[in-house]
């Protein structure tokens, strides 16, 4: 069902009603754009993916919203599903709230376009939001022109001095004397409107100040847009006290009655978050925090901050990208993308229960509509039954329900997948341990360097694992811990006197406190580095720059995206006196260290 500012109101209580009905609800969102720039990499601790993510992704808009609930039928032993897509509106004309400015990138509006997302439906009548500090701020506004308004209409009458008037406008000062006057001679006490002219702001200002110099306690004045058209006019009818204070109580009623309205989606997912109710995503961090940004309130710049947040407005989540994850009794997925981990699971018969959908509320299943929100919200629902069909035959078949509460799930909840080489999700619920990492090594080298250089320079250390931080910058993890003790000892020994120095390798643990500085993160204690000094040199032997280069370290995959390659049998200046031995051939694995995998969908 798609829901835009035409049928909200209608389907809210539906919606509503569905929320409250659930046994657990899927999400999903389309956003206006991905990242300002590719910060992130696959060495971040969970503290510092957090932070990047939030400097690069919070200028986006979410422009559309999935919200996908499965409500488990005991007697019919079958879930029936509602799916919704919101669109959603980024401006709001409600006095108050001031204009919203955010980004977008183009590449991402190309990609919603390639797959037919309707633009006009959320710019121009999608669903509005507010976020309750918005509400909080437009409320008190309301009750305070409510009470100003009253008090000024039980004070006296006071007349102003007639203003004067330039001579271009007197012929149409005086029309409109002559109206008001004729109008207070024909109609007595009535209740008739006298509207004037459209006129500019100027000559609406004229007009007060000069019916009021006269006519104060008499006349009642107001502005009004003209009807059909952009252009205002100034409208006045006999003062009546009692019918005044009727007017003010009828207009604040209306102002409370159209903020509740434009509060729009938000009224959805503060149903969801009071629900309580087990919430599903897939991959699903960067929705979770756009949601909360967006609709919620202001993202906190502390880690664990945010963690309480997300916590106390979705006590329980489920990210079915950590479910998916390889385990003893789940398969080996080819691709945990969320299109290619549905087609995977439906490949066996009787993997995913029975799903019926509401009329008009569902999407045909044989028919795929990925990158809509509501078909994707839905899709991960369908994953979270398949994944736990493979975790937990038994489980399915017996009392196939999933809930918050469900014994099968504790082991995974609030815990959300971010792309790394050695943690595979967040946990939003306790502490993210980060592991061992005294054998990666921070080197900083020439632009013009790829990665046979950098493979040459750590031969002699067995295999190694290289994640790209920049042209210039790079983390190189040695497999082998014992031989990594001597990485640093052995380049600076191998550093030949003089010349100016090519490149540096340091502990990661500097790139990691001179990172949380930029970041303004707590620094990090070195975590049993493998030592304290940097070794400067000068390149390996060079050769001529060919085709090789951080293009062709392979194409990034769902399972880390990772490339091994076999090394040449290159002779290193450090061969020579080195502790470890002959030089062998080893594997070299290169990270593309891509931000998100929904590039895997985008096909």
Known sequence: MEVTDSNFRDELPVIQKAIEAASFIAIDCEFTGLHTKRTVHSLDTPKEHYAKLRETALGFQVLQVGISTFEYDKSDKKYRNLSFSFYIRPWLALR?????IFQYQASSLQFLGNHQFDFN????NGVSYLKPKEAEKVLLGINERQETQLQELRKPP????????????????DGVLKSASDFLGMHGDSEEELHFP???????????QTLLSKYAGVLHLETQTTQGGDARHVVARRFSAASRERELAEKHKAELESLEISKGFSLVLEKISH?????????????????????????PGDFEEFKA???????????????SSPSANMPSFKSTALGQLLLQLKEKSGRIPTVEHGKGYGYDESSLKFHDAGHDAFATGLCLLGLISCLHPEKMRDNPELNATSAVLRSHLNKVYFMSDDMHYINLDGVNVVPNRSNVFYVTFPEEWKLNDLRTLFMPYGDVHVTWISHTEAAVRVRDSIRARTVLSDMAKARKDGGVPMYQVHPYTKYVDANARTLGLVQHPAENSAGSDSATAE???????SEEDRSSTGSSTSSGSCVSLSSASLESPLTKGSKNGPVQSHKVEVSASLMFEENDDWV
């Open 121 to 124: 439906k959320a710019f121009i």
């Open 198 to 208: 459209d006129c500019d702001a100027y000559r609406r200002k004229l007009i007060y």
């Open 96 to 100: 108050g709230v001031p204009e919203r």
């Open 309 to 323: 947040m997300s916590k106390a407005c979705f006590p329980a989540l489920i990210d079915t990208k950590v479910l």
């Open 539 to 545: 390149p390996p032997a060079k050769r001529a720059r």
């Open 158 to 173: 006071c007349k102003g001095p007639a203003p004067d008037i330039p001579a271009e406008h007197r012929e149409f000062i």
């Open 275 to 299: 629900s309580g109710k087990l919430v599903v995503g897939h991959n699903m961090l960067l929705d979770l925090i756009r949601l909360l940004d967006q609709f919620v309130d202001d993202l």
